[in-house]
RNA sequence: GCAUCCGUAGCUCAAUUGGAUAGAGCAUCUGACUACGGAUCAGAAGGUUCCAGGUUCAACUCCUGGCGGAUGCGCCA
């Protein structure tokens, strides 16, 4: 049944409407595979084919496609059907899979930032996706809470630390101290000062060694932060199930460096534990070589420094580790900036052969980074980083700018909540829109745009929906059952056959990591569904059609409801 | 220097990973409707997909070589 089985039969919507509606292209590599001729061999299939049930054209076209146009009466019966499942138009998957995902990470001790958005954006879009899929999802933040920088903070905590600054701005003054501490303990900024320096190493050595003083400032300024986090969270919708941060894994972290040198995937050098090449892979592809004047050198990963201390790798190996055996996972996925990408190709790659038997799937889903409308990476006029905090009131204050200007009659409280649910989503859907691993221009003028493939573009179209249906119960006309669905006009079959999409594009998401698939299709949806308005009059016209209509404009209203709270959208009834 | 990613309409971005005549929005120009909520809809114009080769039925997509940009390259995370 087109809708649900479709990818079985490996078709998908066809690019373009004049076609037909699904198209098989599958036939002409398999063509090449065999040596064939594709045409030919489209032909022979389609011969074979009965298809008369759903479709009242399936033909033969340009090099060997098979494109199929569906009967109105089976796209009418295949959307009822779809739109009775528990969600309409999704079909979770078959066999369900265990799925971790890491994402956002914050930094404790330091106000989250510009940098965090996307990875906490992207994260949470994927966790929603996959669970609406039918996965078993897993969200877990890996909290940068331990490491070099807490013997700076406590330098400057038992230094200079300001305590009524910290109780009113604790993220401010901690930042503050760490900014005075920072430059002093390094050597190439004028003011390094190697006694500094050598507290803060002290300081950080007794702390892992849990000393109890400093154990208790370390613990305080991660509840400090997590205060902060709470809140960012709470405000933009983000859950997650566990956050096991960097310190959590610190007890294991030696173990993991032994283990690894014994079976001699990691070796002694320079003073510091290194995994080198074992040369299993090509040149090219191996993360652990370089080429360096015509000749491919080590470029290996360090996994304990010449110091005795550990970094990133071991971490990132330990929590490895950690997630297999908890959660069995069969996938896990790594929601960070695209510069990490030697690091985690390294990363897997030392996994593998640690552990050659597991069967688990490591994805490593980047993205580009955030620029100012000057093209340089996105500041304030000062040249600071954006906080996360200041850039959500931001979107708050203009989305109710906007809403002020546009509808003054409603009172302050409910622009207020308007602007909350705009301004938010705002932020969120110019983050989810373009394809994640370009660099994209942030700009507010473009994602508070109330034309084009914005927020406020699509959440409007919903409120439509909304309004219509209260319209319509306020006139006691009803919605008529899903199955009195008749499709007649062409605005009707375009909207009803671009709904029946709306399962392959979420599988399409989950499989790519590519939330901007379903942003555009969202936005199609949105102007199928204005046009179909545009020219089929709903409450104005007779019954069959009147109840029907009406049912198609609920329909899309749930599905472009659902859409966006998978993109992590809230949705507003009134704008 | 080497590696990864990117280069598409004046601007900001797509293109279901090798499919049919490369699509949207903004900006520009034109049109519809005293509106079931106009924050609407329709139309026009805009392209040598950075350049040069190659692979095949088919290339924005893959390969080779340039040019331009971002990022990363042994003790940060």
Known sequence: ??????????????PDPKFGDYQCNALMSLAKERRMNPRQLAADVLARLDVSEWCEKAELAGAGFINFRLRTSALAQALQSAARAAHPIVQTAKPPRTIVIDFSSPNVAKPMHVGHIRSTILGDCLARTLRLLG??????????????????????WKTVLDRAALATDALGELERVYRLVSPQCDEERPEFNPRV?????????????????????????????????????????????????????????KAVVEELRARGIARDSEG?????????????????????????APNPCLIQKSDGGFNYATTDLATLAHRLETWRPDEIIYVTDGRQQLHFRQLFATFRRWHPEAKVKLAHVWFGSILGEDGRPFKTRAGETVKLADL??????????????????????KRREIARVVGIGAVKYADLLPNRQSDYLFSWDRMLALEGNTAPYLLYAYTRTQSLARKARESGVSAGDVSELKLGALEEIALAKHLLNFGLVLEAVGEEYRPNFLCNYL??????????????????????????RLRLSELTGAVLKQGLEVLGLETTDQM
């Open 1 to 14: 049944m087109p809708g649900t089985d479709v990818s079985a039969l490996l078709v998908r919507p066809c």
């Open 135 to 156: 996965h078993r999802v897993i969200t877990d933040n890996h909290i940068g809470d331990w490491g070099t920088q807490f013997g700076m903070l406590l330098v400057g």
């Open 197 to 253: 320096r050598d507290r803060a190493r002290l300081e950080l050595v007794k702390l892992q060694q849990g000393d109890a003083e400093n154990l208790g400032i370390w613990r305080e300024m991660i509840a400090l932060s997590q205060v902060q986090f709470d809140t960012i969270y709470a405000r933009l919708g983000v859950q997650f199930d566990h956050a096991l941060g960097e310190s959590f894994y610190n007890p294991r972290l």
């Open 272 to 296: 510091a534990v290194c995994v080198f090449s074992d040369g299993s892979l090509p040149p090219k592809d191996d993360p652990f070589l370089i080429h360096k004047d015509g000749a491919w």
């Open 392 to 413: 959500l009131d931001e979107a708050e204050e203009r989305a109710f700018q906007l809403v002020t200007r546009l509808r003054p009659e409603l009172s302050e409280a």
């Open 523 to 548: 936005y199609e949806l949105a102007g199928l569904l204005s046009r179909f308005w545009e020219g089929c009059p709903v409450l104005k016209s007779a019954d069959p059609e009147r109840s029907s």
